[in-house]
């Protein structure tokens, strides 16, 4: 079974909270749950949907299709009764349902009952509920857990007179509920929390934001510093200065503000301070669209920054992914003293998904920082060192010791110098991390076939859409297999390179117009894609997109 | 306990204010018996933005115009170092001059001594953000068109807590205005005269020693409209001294977490104490 619920309407009529209310319940009747949000770039008004989409399969990507629209508004019936499902049912006031197959319901009669405006789309979830015949008792849970005490009261009544109004379709079978529900922006900052990241900065920008108001409501309990700083070019900077005073710092924004980090992206790099920066990506240039998903920075994060500096960049793929790569961040940015750029996207960032609870045991913290007793004499923060790592020490922590960071090209204490031995000695020892990093970073996931005749290529968000059309049609024997970066730079080639031997077809998927990751492939190894599945209109890629143009523009010629 | 700060040769000009201002720097934190793993000078860039590099101490020697954004990191990581930040007009009021705005509306602790000669010294004499009006420089070739910043009188306007103006040519004072600002518990601006002798030639050093002279003993530096009036006056006369000061809570202090426990940078790390995180998502 594959069940999809639209919820559509004004920006301001509460679809959210309706969407959160309704995901917890099934999630409790034991089903997968996938929820996807496609807002617009205002406060009230304009169209705004989410679809909720549960199985009792692994889900990853939400559908085209859907079984039931819950229709807040008239717009709502005209713009999504085509993506009905044969059978499927259109919930709505009697008020605005003129169109053909909508079911037309007395919301207006129940609201001046309850007296209360709000409770709404409440009365929408109850006729759900029923739909699906779910007991009332998970239904008044959900809304007791997700509104305050004389909301709850009212929406609990919505939700009963809601329940009353049709006869039960389906019956679903209540399982254990064993998972966890999270979108891809809290389980990054969940991942960061547990790896013990003690100060967060940013300022507000789409799709970032939630990071920094999901850090600030854990701050007086976890003991954290969240600062909202004047502009992102303070963020950056102020989270170096965190990082060099010894705790562990992230700061995060969206391209336009990563734009503004750039040139203290440069600065960790010669300074040598840890840190770990966000790129949660939607489309540009410049203000771009807003609410709107893509992945068009993976070549800017790269490169970013004036001067010859290593870094490294993971892309998260998944919000299972955002929890443990973003803690294992940090222990490569200790570890190397380099900058760590995470890319994810607005889709990833909003989509909430069922999936495992977080093994937090799995995470280790690694801080790679001298106590001084390895110290002898006077201490050199950038000592030449074999690997080209110098031991760290924390300012005021070491009697007698200073710790003298530099942004100017510097000697082994810190001090400015223009000597071009010493500059050809600096750089080098800083770039030879590349080359150890070249050790650490991960191989691409691999999923379908082992062996396949058409390789897919992709990285990050596009992960749970590939999967689906991968499964989908390797159930139609299709000899067919992706594989999905995380770590992208430096670019892992190991596998691609086995891979691509024996692959009759490379095909890169991208949510972007140039094709970034091809193009990187072609920088560091010999091949490069036959072909290209790109988009770049601001929406995500459904599964069911990716499984049909496969089809048609690669499978069938 | 060693309280003797070190110093290296620098690379200023004979005869250029920076060097009195290191004399008082070092003066005053051996004075407070502050050792220099203790301290934390933190700089932007230019030619007092290289402080920390003439002067053993903790130094972070970061980008132009950004010398306030990782002071504020590093106290917030660690409350007990001291935190200084040392820099020039061009660095503090025109680069950084947002990041200048928002530290006054935070209240951090730090001190912040800045190195005000009207004019872009590294750079060779271009005009700064603090250089008069009609001012000839090496770019302002007809004199400058765009009103000077007022500093202490900005400082005051967004609500800084203590504000003070010294001169490198005073040094007994200076080191008197830098304790005091060290010892603030709270943001603390102290805007220093100095000549620049190659690039400025309007306000040498006689020029300011012909003009500032000490706020009378009976001065009161809790009276802000008093302040107001000093801040601006800046022509035949300039006071120096501190021209206002008020007890404020500090920003670190109104976190409950900081101001009642250890620092930051101490507490110990456990993964499994974010454990209970989870919950909210079950």
Known sequence: MDFSILIGGAAGQGLDTSAQILELILKRCGYNVFTYRDYMSRVRGGHNFTQIRFSDKDISSFTEKVDIVLALNEETILLHKDRLKEGGTIICDKEIAHEDGVLPLPFKKILS???????????????????????????????????????????????KEGYSLIDGKYNLKLKEDKKIIINGNKALALGAIAAGCKFYCGYPMTPSTSILSYFSSKSNEMGI??????????????????????????????????????EALSFAGI????????????????????????????????????????????ALRSPEDAFYQTAR???????????VIILTDLYLADYTNTIDPFDFSRIKIERHISDGKDIDGEYKRYEITDSGISPRLIPGKVDGQVVLADSHEHDEYGHITEDPDIRTEMATKRMKKIDLLKDEIQEPWLIGEEKPEILIVCWG????????????????????????????????????????????????????????????????????????????????????????????????? | MNCEYKLYEPSWCPGCGNYMIRTALKMALEELKIEPHEVVLVSGIGQAAKMPHYIKVNGFNGLHGRAIPPAIGIKLANKDLKVIVESGDGDSYGEGGNHFIHA??????????????????????????????????TLQFDGVKVEPIKPLALALTMGAGFV??????DIPHLVYLMKEAIKYKGYALVDILQPCVVWNKVNTFAWYKNRVYHLPDDYDYTNKEEAMKKALEFDERIPIGILYREEKETYEDRFDFIKNGPPLVDRQLNPMDAERLMEEFK
Do not use: C
């Open chain 1, 461 to 557: 968000s596009t992960y749970g859409a590939v999967k689906e059309a991968v499964s989908k049609l390797i159930e139609e024997d299709y000899s067919i297999g992706a594989l999905v970066f995380g770590d992208i730079w430096p670019l892992p080639t190991r596998r691609l390179m086995e891979l691509a031997k024996t692959a009759e077809r490379i095909v890169d998927i991208e949510q972007n117009l140039t094709g970034q990751l091809d193009s990187l492939i072609r920088e560091e190894t010999p091949y490069k894609s036959d072909y290209k599945i790109l988009k770049f209109d601001g929406r995500p890629f459904s599964g069911e997109e990716i499984y049909r143009r496969l089809k048609k523009e690669v499978l069938k010629r």
């Open chain 1, 271 to 314: 300074v040598e301070i840890p840190v770990v920066i966000v790129d949660a990506q939607r489309p540009g240039p410049a203000t771009g669209l807003s609410t709107r998903t893509e992945q068009g920075d993976l070549r800017f994060v790269i490169h970013a920054g004036h001067g010859e500096f290593p870094r490294m960049v993971m």
């Open chain 1, 113 to 159: 009952k309850i007296k209360n405006q709000k409770v709404y789309n409440t009365i929408g979830l109850g006729v759900i509920l029923k739909y699906f015949n779910i007991p009332i008792d998970i239904g008044e849970e959900a809304v007791n857990k997700l509104f305050k005490e004389k909301a709850s009261y009212d929406n609990v009544l919505a939700l």
């Open chain 1, 225 to 262: 510093m969240v600062d909202q700083v004047e502009d992102e070019v303070a963020a950056l900077n102020m989270a170096l200065g965190a990082s060099y005073a010894g705790v562990r710092a992230m700061t995060g924004s969206s391209g336009g503000g990563f734009a503004l980090m750039v």
């Open chain 1, 329 to 339: 961040a940090f222990n490569i940015a200790d570890k190397y003293q380099i900058p």
């Open chain 2, 164 to 169: 003070a103006r010294g001169f490198s040519g």
């Open chain 2, 104 to 137: 006054i509306r935070r209240n951090i602790d730090i001190a912040h001594f800045v190195h005000d000669n009207q004019i872009y010294g590294l750079t060779k004499g271009q005009g700064s953000p603090t250089t008069a009006m009609g001012q000839k420089t």
